[in-house]
Each structure stands twice: as structure tokens, then as C-alpha cells.
């Protein structure tokens, strides 16, 4: 079995800065693609930053310069780092991940439970 395992999030103030984490665990032969998706009440989930196995970055319009995505291929983590926080940031964050099980052949993607952020004065 495959878990994603998200830890942070939590209550700040417009301006703050929060940390989110995310181990994958299991038996995992590879992962590809790992980051962060947000949603929102009554709106879609949407991709807030990926980074690939490569330390390739894609990261939403609306949090470059804010959010920073980093990864630790060796753990099996991926981190998403929010500075200036906004109140239109608050959202349910999952991880994905893209990981090949061991004694698989394909790749599939894997989501964490959600992790709450919320941005209020």
C-alpha cells in the first residue's frame, strides 16, 4: 500500500506564512510528479505548484513569488513552503503524487486526506 501523509496547514493572518508537508510511504518503486492542490468551498481543485523527480517547478500564476515547492527525493517529501499569505489562499491542500507501486508496472496518481489553510485576521 501507498499512503501520502500531509502535515501543517492551520490558521494565519493575512501577510503570514505557513509550511505544508507531505511523505509518501509504502512500497513505492518510483514517484514521479509530486505538489500541491487547493480546493476551495464551492470551487474546483486546482494545481498550486508541482516539481518533478528533476527539481523541474510549475507553479499557479496567482502564488509565484509567494509559494515555494521544494523536494527531498531521498524521503520521499515534498514541501510547499506559502509566504504573503491572502485570504483567497484559504483552501483544503492535497499532495499528489505520481508513483509506480512496487511489483507494478504503471504509474498512478496517489492523494493525501487534505490538510486545512486558512488566512483570516
Known amino acids: 500500500q501507498v499512503q501520502l501523509v500531509e502535515s501543517g496547514g492551520g490558521l494565519v493572518q493575512p501577510g503570514g506564512s505557513l509550511r505544508v508537508s507531505c511523505v509518501a510511504s509504502?512500497?513505492?518503486?518510483?514517484?514521479?510528479?509530486m505538489g500541491w492542490y487547493r480546493q476551495a468551498p464551492g470551487k474546483q481543485r486546482e494545481l498550486v505548484a508541482v516539481i518533478s523527480g528533476a527539481g523541474d517547478r510549475n507553479l499557479h500564476d496567482s502564488v509565484k513569488g509567494r509559494f515555494t515547492i521544494s523536494r527531498d527525493n531521498a524521503k520521499n517529501k515534498v514541501d510547499l513552503q506559502m509566504n504573503s499569505l491572502k485570504s483567497e489562499d484559504t483552501a483544503v491542500y492535497y499532495c499528489?503524487?505520481?508513483?509506480?507501486?512496487?511489483?507494478?508496472?504503471?504509474?498512478?496518481?496517489?492523494w493525501g486526506q487534505g490538510t486545512q489553510v486558512t488566512v483570516s485576521s
Open positions: 499528489n503524487a505520481v508513483i509506480r507501486p512496487q511489483g507494478r508496472w504503471s504509474f498512478r496518481s496517489f
Open positions: 509504502g512500497s513505492i518503486a518510483n514517484i514521479t510528479t
